[in-house]
């Protein structure tokens, strides 16, 4: 289990709520605290030796594998989000947005620091889990179930969620298996599923980038409801463009640690600057 926290008011680092955002926001819904994050990889690819065997053996003997090395994800990142908040996090690939947000789901352990959580975070992100052998009707119905909905909601939002993720304006694709879906189709889905219900702290990983400009539209009109009905929105974006129209505080990390904290225009301006002179 990930080291995430309950968050209780005497959990909050004292420098970090210096740095808190403005009064009007309500209370702080996630507080990370001097977190690091850090997983193994193998970095030999796929030319081990001895197969389903060897690496019985290795268990058995707690032999580590060989090749395997350690990467720092994320390196003493320290920041609090309050109600009402949609904050955007922004960088170079590989730089840990991914990592941290899984981590503030509960998803991945930190190494040292803490996470504190008001309410349970909801990951959407466009490898979340659902069951391509299923219909996307199947799939409404359980990803509903596991967000703690009762069946009789899902009757009532059912149609909803699917005119909201538009998949099933020109062709009944909703009675179609998962698999025979795009990408993007696939992801306005997922984040239709999860708009669905109210979230203290929604989670999005790239979901909004393959939607039209539509999709795009109807997803900021959601995420404002979700804020305005007290919940705080996280959203990792490659787009600029993107954090700039549904945040107004983004969060800049740059291989592994928190090159800056501040509002929408100054942090993306400032990492523009930093891409154009590498």
Not at 136 to 153: D, H, K, P, Q, W
Request: with cysteine; hydrophobic share 40%; charged share 25%.
């Amino acid at each position: 289990m990930a080291d995430t926290q309950t968050l209780d008011k005497s959990a909050e680092p004292a420098d970090a709520v210096a740095d808190s955002a403005p009064v009007e926001l309500g209370e702080p819904t996630v507080i990370v605290d001097d977190v690091h994050i850090v997983y193994k990889v193998n970095g030999t690819g796929s030319k081990g030796k001895g197969g389903a065997t060897a690496a019985l053996n290795r268990i058995v003997s707690r032999k580590e594998t060989p090749g395997m090395r350690e990467v720092h994800a994320v390196k003493g990142v320290t920041f609090v989000a309050r109600r009402g908040e949609a904050i955007g996090l922004i960088g170079s690939n590989g730089s840990g947005k991914s990592t941290l947000l899984k981590a503030v789901a509960g998803l991945l352990p930190t190494a040292r620091g803490k996470i504190y959580t008001q309410g349970q975070p909801s990951l959407l992100g466009v490898n979340a889990a659902l069951m391509n052998d299923l219909t996307g009707e199947r799939n409404v119905t359980l990803g509903a179930l596991a967000m703690g909905m009762s069946r009789e909601e899902v009757r009532e939002r059912y149609d909803d969620i699917v005119d909201f993720s538009g998949i099933n304006e020109k062709d009944d694709f909703i009675s179609l298996p998962m698999r025979t879906y795009s990408s993007g189709m696939s992801a306005r889905l997922r984040f239709s599923i999860a708009a669905a219900k109210n979230h203290d702290v929604l989670l999005i990983d790239e979901a909004l980038a393959t939607g039209d400009a539509r999709f795009q539209r109807r997803s900021q009109e959601r995420i404002n409801e979700l804020r305005q009905e007290a919940g705080t929105v996280f959203l990792v974006s490659h787009s600029n463009a993107s954090i700039r129209e549904n945040c107004e505080r983004a969060l800049w990390l740059e291989s592994g640690t928190l090159r800056m904290d501040g509002p929408t225009d100054e942090v993306i301006a400032a990492y523009e600057q930093f891409t154009k002179k590498k």
